[in-house]
């Protein structure tokens, strides 16, 4: 996430990026109703009319739920990533598109790209309670994306983009982050509002200013979303500290926190060499989005 953290979730833009770590899902028939799952997290299975995996698979099992009644039969799903599920990098998203891209392709011979968005927000939002879907529409379209949740609106910006992401050594669920804003809101409400306007007013300023490719404009744009995150109270002397540090580098136009805050990454616009300040996360900008391939034994 490069700008709208948060106020997307009420209604404002935001600005995304697929990242170039891919996340696979490999889908083999059976001849019987069960669904098994083999994954890093471990292995687990289920019958179509059950379709009930428990907590570690929750993603997976509002996918199945969702096509229940339109499976033709059992399947067995391996899944193989290279996403490190306890930095985030949107590893429940991932997981969720590629198995609804793969499932339908299966039903319906194909999917298509904005039906395959709405689904994919649907199960999210089952799963978790809310959801922008801003993660998932990067997943699907590839590149640098603008995205809104009302009616799920997507606006590709740049193919392209040199960023840098550290993590900060600690992550706190998203769906903690985004309950602990609530209830901020809900003491100053007219303060959060105003916030909230900041931050989508900087959001449209760094859209126009990635249309033309004004990374200096961008940059410091950048450093006054990050002040917009500290007052929603979303940052940690960790965030801050990769903040500060990358500003320093002649090489950075500017930084912010990545995502809901209270841990997880910090991202620097432009290229940065120092090793000493965090572990690096990949930040090569992926050019295409979810691909499906159908494979003869």
Same mark, same amino acid.
């Given at each position: 996430?490069?700008? %709208?953290?948060? +106020?997307?979730?009420?209604?404002?833009?935001?600005?995304?990026?697929?990242?170039?770590?891919?996340?696979?899902?490999?889908?083999?028939?059976?001849?019987?109703?069960?669904?098994?799952?083999?994954?890093?997290?471990?292995?687990?299975?289920?019958?179509?009319?059950?379709? !009930?995996?428990?907590?570690?698979?929750?993603?997976?099992?509002?996918?199945?739920?969702?096509?229940?009644?339109?499976?033709?039969?059992?399947?067995?799903?391996?899944? !193989?990533?290279?996403?490190?599920?306890?930095? %985030?990098?949107?590893? =429940?998203? &991932?997981?969720?598109?590629?198995?609804?891209?793969?499932?339908?392709?299966?039903?319906?011979? +194909?999917?298509?790209?904005?039906?395959?968005?709405?689904?994919?927000?649907?199960?999210?939002?089952?799963?978790?309670?809310?959801?922008?879907?801003?993660?998932?529409?990067?997943?699907?379209?590839?590149?640098?994306?603008?995205?809104?949740?009302?009616?799920? +609106?997507?606006?590709?910006?740049?193919?392209?983009?040199?960023?840098?992401?550290?993590?900060?050594?600690?992550?706190?669920?998203?769906?903690?982050?985004?309950?602990?804003?609530?209830?901020?809101?809900?003491?100053?409400?007219?303060?959060?509002?105003?916030?909230? &306007?900041?931050?989508?007013?900087?959001?449209?300023?760094?859209?126009?200013?990635?249309?033309?490719?004004?990374?200096?404009?961008? %940059?410091?744009?950048?450093?006054?979303?990050?002040?917009?995150?500290?007052?929603?109270?979303?940052?940690?002397?960790?965030?801050? =500290?990769?903040?500060? =540090?990358?500003? !320093?580098?002649?090489?950075?136009?500017?930084?912010?926190? =990545?995502?809901?805050?209270?841990?997880?990454?910090?991202?620097?616009? %432009?290229?940065?060499?120092?090793? &000493?300040?965090?572990?690096?996360?990949? &930040?090569?900008?992926?050019?295409?989005?979810?691909?499906?391939?159908?494979?003869?034994?």
């Amino acid at each position: 996430m490069l700008f %709208g953290e948060h +106020a997307v979730l009420r209604g404002g833009p935001a600005i995304v990026a697929a990242i170039d770590c891919r996340l696979s899902v490999a889908l083999s028939f059976r001849d019987d109703d069960k669904i098994v799952v083999q994954s890093a997290l471990g292995t687990a299975s289920t019958t179509i009319h059950d379709c !009930t995996f428990g907590s570690r698979f929750r993603f997976i099992e509002g996918v199945f739920r969702l096509l229940q009644n339109r499976l033709p039969s059992g399947v067995s799903i391996t899944i !193989t990533s290279k996403i490190d599920p306890t930095v %985030g990098l949107a590893s =429940s998203a &991932s997981v969720t598109v590629a198995l609804l891209a793969a499932l339908t392709t299966w039903i319906d011979g +194909a999917y298509d790209r904005k039906q395959l968005l709405h689904d994919c927000c649907t199960v999210i939002r089952s799963v978790q309670g809310y959801g922008s879907g801003a993660d998932a529409a990067s997943i699907i379209y590839g590149g640098v994306v603008s995205y809104q949740a009302e009616e799920a +609106a997507l606006t590709p910006l740049v193919s392209a983009l040199p960023i840098v992401l550290i993590y900060s050594g600690k992550k706190t669920p998203t769906p903690e982050v985004i309950s602990f804003v609530n209830a901020q809101e809900q003491r100053l409400p007219e303060l959060y509002k105003a916030i909230f &306007s900041a931050i989508n007013e900087v959001t449209c300023e760094a859209i126009a200013a990635l249309r033309t490719a004004d990374y200096v404009k961008v %940059g410091h744009l950048m450093n006054h979303a990050q002040g917009l995150m500290e007052a929603l109270g979303v940052g940690t002397p960790e965030l801050s =500290s990769i903040c500060w =540090s990358l500003r !320093t580098a002649p090489t950075i136009y500017g930084a912010k926190i =990545s995502g809901s805050g209270l841990g997880d990454a910090a991202i620097g616009l %432009g290229t940065f060499e120092d090793g &000493s300040i965090g572990r690096r996360l990949p &930040s090569t900008v992926a050019t295409t989005g979810v691909e499906v391939f159908t494979c003869k034994e």
